[in-house]
């Protein structure tokens, strides 16, 4: 009688469960594994049925579960648990007890990808029990980047990989992740908002130089206007008042932190000033009236020269 393992996931997360799951078979003696080319539950049921057909230790991939429709409750007494020798991968988009009834139980092994937490804090505590697990040294700054510029899991988890393995052996910060995880758009995007922030007139025109010739100007209109809106709260907030904020706004640490440098860098006025300027070229833009280019310099310009 054959044991189902029923793996559940999108994208490069399902490819690495059934890779995994394929590694571990064959760990166990596995040695032939095949893809089910039938069109529902009953044919493949009537496979396993067939005498003679399978040998010791086979398996079988069955792609897009979910299209085989609602598991057939006459089959229940075909499924074993763990240890037979004939064990169905099968893989599902979505769910898979939508289409697998719960009565089941134990006899079928349920897989999914690594949950995330939606929390930054919790997330970045999740990333550094993974390269901890990982033997990977990293700054909880690093980590912090990392987990704002990676969204999917699997995604995050390659990186990670990728940085422990570019840092041999020694610590990964942030101008590593910077480097190898940022694209080269994100890079220079992160390059303008961070040195805006700071008040570094050459980073930010070197940045602006080359987003120029890669984004529009909206773009870059909304990526500022969000972080020194940012910058315009926290400034006039303390204590319990600027963790109300940072909930509230939905503020990132990473971007916090930048945002309070800000604050620090250019009197409150410059700041407020540059915020309305940034919304009205927005507006203007949207209605064909902008300046484009040449309003977004100017009015970075502007701030720039009013440093404290």
Request: aromatic share 8%.
């Amino acid at each position: 009688m054959p044991h189902f393992i029923a793996l559940t996931g999108s994208g490069s997360t399902q490819r690495r469960l059934l890779s995994d799951s394929i590694g571990e078979l064959r760990a166990k003696g596995f040695e032939s594994f095949e893809r089910f080319s039938g069109e529902s539950w009953q044919d493949l049921l009537d496979i396993s049925r067939t005498g003679g057909l399978f040998e010791d230790r086979r398996a079988v991939v069955v792609e897009s579960a979910d299209e085989l429709g609602p598991f057939p409750e006459e089959f229940f007494g075909d499924v074993t648990g763990a240890g037979s020798s004939v064990v169905y991968l099968l893989v599902f988009d979505e769910d898979p007890f939508k289409t697998l009834p719960p009565g089941l139980g134990g006899r079928i092994s349920i897989r999914k990808p690594p949950r995330i937490p939606y929390w930054m804090d919790s997330r970045v505590q999740w990333l550094e029990r993974e390269a901890r697990s990982r033997r990977i040294k990293a700054t909880q700054k690093a980590l912090y980047l990392l987990a704002e510029c990676v969204e999917d899991p699997e995604e995050m988890s390659g990186e990670l990989d990728k940085l422990g393995l570019a840092s041999g052996g020694a610590t990964v910060d942030e101008d590593m992740v910077r480097a190898l995880t940022v694209d080269e758009g994100g890079r220079q995007m992160l390059a303008l908002l961070d040195g805006i922030c700071r008040g570094e007139t050459g980073t930010v025109l070197e940045a602006l130089a080359s987003l120029r010739k890669r984004e529009e100007p909206l773009k870059i209109l909304s990526a500022l206007h969000k972080r020194m809106r940012f910058a315009m709260y926290l400034s006039k907030a303390q204590g319990d008042l600027r963790k109300a904020a940072e909930t509230a706004l939905e503020i990132k640490p990473y971007q916090g932190r930048v945002a309070l440098e800000a604050a620090r860098t250019f009197p409150p006025g410059a700041i407020r000033d540059f915020v309305l300027g940034m919304a009205r070229e927005s507006a203007l833009g949207k209605s064909g009236l902008g300046s484009g280019w040449d309003g977004l310099e100017l009015e970075i310009l502007r701030l720039l020269a009013s440093r404290k």
